[in-house]
């Protein structure tokens, strides 16, 4: 990653540098990485990773869905909503959108006169994907349709990000290297706007970024950094990190260099609630204000998936390690060899001559149906939708009862968060209406 990054900066710098067009593209999204010091080319792992670096989508194990929403200054609003989905344990996909709106502008001539209100948007929408090419290494690319309006005048265009992420995987677990990851990134790789008879570049940018996994007091800790250079040929560090001081709250904090306004800190905090993360980001801006992002995020589809499986003649038995015990398969053989042993009478049982049994390392002895099954095989698996059993049988009602007050917790802050952008939109509607009468 650092060789990639050494060799593509220089012929990156060779660029001049000029105005950028479509900068809400650079503002990140996710409060997480936000919240962090804006880093995510290494340490995001999430739906949000289809903005920091799609090669982090290969990190999925199920369905995720989020929602982000961004109070800026000066009457400014970011939305940001994405979904994702692992295909295989190589592949995954996302599609996101991304809108920035501003309130009614009052235009005027060359001559100072006014000529009224107009309003300003910009929409991105993306199309992610993911594949990994070795154990370690997983690539990710997105296709982004941009489209920005300034009154009367528009365009659109197409623009592409290309991100690589690393980690070792293969290494024991336990060691440094296990912890480690790191990822590479070019954002907004594409021609840009046109605007009358001028053309306007994308903010194209690379980034480099490393991360640190472990568990600090039983609790999982994250500390990261991010190094990126933009075409005005501007040097940015970001670092950050994130503890988690219960199983359902988290803490982070970060700093970013290089801000026009402010200091550059980051802080922030998140909920987990079940399948339910609720994430706040604040940044700070100096004297013309702060940035409050909220987010949520939902992921779908049954937990504890295996990822290993043991195979033995035609049927399949799930690692103890990887998979909960409410969800291991029958191994219907074995079940099979039981009932016929338990069934044998003693005279038949001592006429049998004993076989070796044989033993293995990590799980003790197999038992095996016969004695010409063949040998233990290790495969990797895609993952299955297994359905977790309970312990014990459970009343339908009264399960039901339990649960339904929680979900309507859940989608509260979902159902707000939606309420207010129809509002405002109505509000703006009606405020812009007047303004013209």
Do not use: C
């Amino acid at each position: 990653m650092l060789s990639l990054f050494l060799i593509i900066a220089p012929i990156f710098l060779t660029h001049a540098a000029g105005a950028s067009s479509a900068q809400f593209l650079s503002l990140g999204a996710g409060p997480r990485g936000v919240a962090m010091g804006e880093i995510g080319s290494a340490t995001s792992e999430d739906s949000y990773a289809a903005y920091w670096n799609p090669a982090g989508l290969l990190s999925l194990t199920q369905p995720e869905m989020a929602l982000m929403h961004h109070e800026l200054f000066e009457d400014i609003e970011q939305q940001f909503a994405v979904y994702a989905e692992p295909l295989s344990l190589r592949s995954a996909w996302a599609l996101s959108i991304t809108r920035l709106g501003v309130s009614s502008i009052e235009s005027y001539d060359k001559n100072g006169a006014a000529l009224g209100s107009i309003n300003t948007s910009d929409l991105s929408i993306g199309l992610s994907a993911a594949q990994t090419l070795s154990p370690s290494i997983g690539l990710g690319a997105t296709v982004k349709w941009i489209k920005e309006n300034l009154g009367s005048a528009s365009d659109s265009a197409v623009a592409a990000d290309i991100g690589l992420h690393w980690q070792a995987n293969n290494a024991p677990r336990g060691s440094l290297w296990r912890k480690i990851k790191a990822g590479f990134m070019i954002n907004n790789l594409g021609s840009g706007l046109k605007f009358d008879t001028e053309r306007f570049d994308w903010p194209t940018s690379i980034r480099l970024g490393m991360g640190y996994q472990d568990v600090v007091r039983r609790r999982p800790t994250i500390l990261g950094f991010d190094v990126s250079i933009d075409r005005a040929r501007q040097t940015t560090l970001s670092i950050g990190g994130e503890h988690w001081v219960t199983r359902s709250m988290a803490l982070r904090g970060g700093y970013k260099t290089s801000q026009d306004f402010g200091s550059g800190l980051r802080l922030g905090f998140g909920f987990k609630l079940a399948r339910v993360m609720l994430d706040y980001a604040w940044s700070g801006f100096g004297d013309i204000g702060a940035s409050h992002r909220l987010g949520i995020l939902i992921r779908f589809g049954p937990r504890g998936q295996p990822r290993y499986q043991v195979i033995r003649g035609p049927q399949t038995e799930t690692l103890p390690s990887m998979a909960s015990a409410h969800s291991q398969p029958a191994n219907d053989q074995n079940r099979a060899a039981h009932d016929h042993e338990k069934n044998t009478p003693p005279k038949a049982k001592a006429q049998t001559p004993a076989l070796p049994q044989p033993m293995d390392r990590e799980t003790g002895p197999i038992r095996l149906s016969s004695s010409n099954a063949p040998p233990k095989i290790f495969r990797r698996t895609e993952p299955q939708r297994t359905q977790n059993i309970p312990a014990a049988p459970i009343n339908a009602t009264e399960q039901k009862k339990s649960t339904a007050p929680l979900k309507r917790f859940l989608w509260l802050p979902l159902f707000l968060i939606a309420g207010r952008w129809i509002i405002l939109a109505f509000w703006r509607s009606r405020t812009g209406k007047r303004h013209r009468e």
